[in-house]
């Protein structure tokens, strides 16, 4: 008998580092500072929300867009923020998470053949993302310290087949934000060409040190090219939610929703409306950055006397820490022996990067409990 083999469409694609140090974490009991996602409770009045609204009976299928009070919840946010209107009708649409709706963004926009630019190091989705629909990543490495974009440089990978160009600000694994001026050169290299953007801008409110968060909407030349995506389970300390949105014009949303009807068709009901409540008070978004500024600062104190190096994170909840004082090891060995024998699990950033660069750097995760850290800090610095 004959079992059809299947060819993988993703040769390059296994299990991910996070799952990999996350299995490590548990079996050697190690802090887990690996995979970003919070440790500590969650709003007692979301969670309530939550209930409240499923109680309600709100528990059948969303429509496809999202529900219209969330749609209309974010609409008023980005315009409070950020002075963008976007039409909840037709230019908002409520996703499955940040992730659904990369690739969304990714799979209406890619063909065959396009090319699209990557900053790396890069969340682990864009790739695998781009390839399925056929694209080319044109990988552009971002260097450590300071991780800033060459603008030159990306100005001579642009071709004519360059379709779109992946931005993230606050930069997952980095922790780099971009500034004005950035959003400056971006705009002097779009204008006038057909290139599309995605700002993945789902640490939004995770910005640190009075900084700005400059959103690609907020420069019109950007704004009418772009998918901006954001996510709920980021703002409000609940990943396992899934839910996020992507506000794009008109034209754009109408492509984007092609694709996330058949992916998701729509989203998990009775968090929708329970967001959409929860939204109407700021307070609850405008507290996150000095909350999470906190915690960056307890984690940084923590491991002052030790031999890593650092430059503080300006934004998103991680910390990269250089170890080239401590090892010449490589980052993935380190990253190991860290787990097995320190009892702290981080992610080495060679694996954001395609040609898995080492530069000696490990991403720590601070959106942990303060005894959680101090505990993490206290054995980072006996190295
Ligand atoms: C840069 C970046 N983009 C997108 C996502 C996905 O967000 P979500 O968990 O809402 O799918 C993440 C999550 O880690 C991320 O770090």
Known sequence: MNKPIIATKLPLVGTTIFTVMSSMATEYKAINLSQGFPDFPVSEELISLVNKYMKLGYNQYAPMMGVKELREAISEKTLKLYNVNYHPDSEITVTSGGTEALFAAITAIVKAGDEVIVFEPAYDSYIPAIELNGGIPVCISLKYPDYKIDWNEVRNNISLKTKLIIINTPHNPTGAV?????????????????????????????????????????????????????????????????????????????????????????????????????????????????????????????????????????????????????????????????????????????????????EKILRFCFAKEDETLLKAGEKLSKL
């Open 178 to 358: 971009l500034s004005e001026n950035d959003l400056k050169e971006l705009t002097n290299i779009v204008q006038n060409t057909n290139i599309f953007l995605i700002g993945d801008e789902v640490y939004e409110h995770i910005i640190f040190d009075s900084l700005k968060h400059h959103s690609l909407m907020t420069v019109p030349e950007l704004q009418q090219r772009s998918f901006i995506i954001s996510s709920f389970g980021k703002t409000f300390h609940v990943t396992g939610w899934k839910t996020g949105y992507c506000v794009a014009p008109k034209q754009l949303t109408t492509e984007f929703r092609k694709i996330h009807q058949f992916l998701t068709f729509s989203t998990f009901t009775p968090l929708q409306y329970a967001l959409a409540e929860f939204l109407k008070n700021p307070d609850n978004y405008n507290g996150v950055p000095a909350f999470y500024e906190k915690k960056r600062n307890t984690f940084l104190e923590s491991i002052k006397s030790s031999k890593f190096t650092f430059v503080p994170s300006k934004g998103s909840y991680f910390q990269n820490l250089c170890y080239s004082a401590i090892s010449d090891e490589p980052d993935t060995d380190i990253a190991i022996r860290l787990t097995k024998e320190i009892g702290v699990a981080s992610v080495p950033i060679s694996v954001f990067y395609k040609d898995k660069t080492d």
